[in-house]
């Protein structure tokens, strides 16, 4: 009995595994094609059967885009945008969090309930009511009009993983230093922020990348060249009839270099995070 367990064991093993295996090659594979077409010039793109590795690889593609449409100042335009809403979103966040997690006033499960409609509610749909604040504020075409609508955009989800999170933190180590004379503000920047360190992460490496990636709502309020957005700027590069495909993985694989370095700088806290939630789950 126990020898056949133990094949039953490894032959599940091995099936998991092999699926597993199947299942990284299928997400990987594109991205490996991306690499390999950005390397290649436009005639070598679309050869049949095609080069995995390209022969002969030029970094042309790459001083291209950055050398043409202002894609430099796309760039900065997009790491503006993305890191001022990304702290804004996650600080304004964690002090709703914060304010759900730790005190009791009028209307708090209704305000809760209000701030998670934010997650049910499509983005698409709201382009059109934005559009119409955004024209009646003066935001068009500029970064304030982005930076708002991103940070509001971002609220509900922080604010619903923080406040999670912060619940989980025993009261005791509030009432302690209440003691010692600590109100609330000094609690919140001694004792939460610094103990919810992978929940604040998590929050900012989800913010960022909405916010880097993010089209729709760039596309629609910006119409001035000088404040484009990178993807806009990689649409640039597609054009109406023809699309340079090496080109645009090119750009692309430029555009996903600071996620990257998001994500490597918060990967530590951010798999605590997870970690964490699991276990509480």
Do not use: C
Request: glycine share 6%; proline share 5%.
């Amino acid at each position: 009995m126990s020898s056949s367990r133990t094949v039953r064991k490894g032959a599940a093993a091995v099936v998991r595994h092999a699926f597993l295996i199947v299942a990284a090659a299928v997400m990987v594979t594109p991205f490996l094609y991306m690499i390999s077409t950005s390397f290649k010039s436009q005639a070598y793109v679309l050869t049949v059967p095609p080069q995995f590795i390209p022969n002969p690889a030029t970094l042309d593609n790459y001083v291209q885009v950055w050398n043409t449409q202002n894609f430099g100042r796309y760039f900065a335009n997009s790491l503006l945008v993305a890191v001022t809403s990304t702290f804004l979103s996650v600080l304004l966040s964690a002090m709703m969090a914060y304010a759900f997690a730790r005190f009791e006033f009028r209307g708090k499960k209704l305000l809760f309930r209000v701030v998670l409609l934010g997650l049910m509610v499509p983005t698409m749909m709201l382009i059109i009511p934005q559009f119409i604040l955004a024209k009646g504020f003066g935001m068009l075409d500029s970064y304030l009009g982005l930076i708002v609508f991103y940070v509001a955009g971002n609220l509900s989800l922080n604010t619903y993983l923080l406040r999670s999170f912060f619940v989980s933190i025993p009261n005791e180590l509030d009432q302690a230093m209440q003691v010692d004379g600590a109100g609330p503000w000094t609690r919140f920047v001694r004792l939460i922020l610094p103990l919810s360190t992978p929940a604040l992460a998590t929050t900012t490496i989800f913010t960022f990348l909405a916010t880097w990636d993010e089209f729709a709502w760039a596309a629609t309020i910006i119409r001035d060249t000088e404040l484009r957005t990178l993807p806009i700027a990689i649409r640039l590069f597609q054009g109406a009839n023809a699309t340079q495909w090496g080109l645009v993985f090119a750009a692309s694989l430029i555009a996903i270099i600071p996620v990257i370095a998001v994500f490597l700088i918060f990967q530590r806290y951010f798999v605590q995070g997870l970690t964490a939630g699991a276990i509480k789950g």
